[in-house]
């Protein structure tokens, strides 16, 4: 299973990254341990699951669109 990130920090930039997991459970336990560990550090970033992986391509959560990275 894979998962896009969205990282949105402080200054409100925003990047994108691709994380794996055994599954969506897995994927949102290392979403959830990013954003804990910004708190922790100070860094104020928010992170957010936008798409996952579905037969090789990566559909959006929200209305389950085609999204390209």
Do not use: P
């Not at 599954?23 to 699951?49: A, N, P, T």
């Amino acid at each position: 299973m894979r998962a896009i990130i969205e990282k949105t920090d402080s200054f409100g930039n925003t990047s994108r990254f691709i994380i794996n997991g055994y599954d969506k459970r897995s994927c949102w336990d290392q979403m959830d341990m990013l954003q804990e560990m910004s708190v922790e550090c100070g860094y104020k970033s928010y992170f957010d699951i936008i798409a996952w992986e579905e037969n090789g391509v990566f559909r959006s959560v929200y209305d389950k669109s085609i999204v390209i990275i």
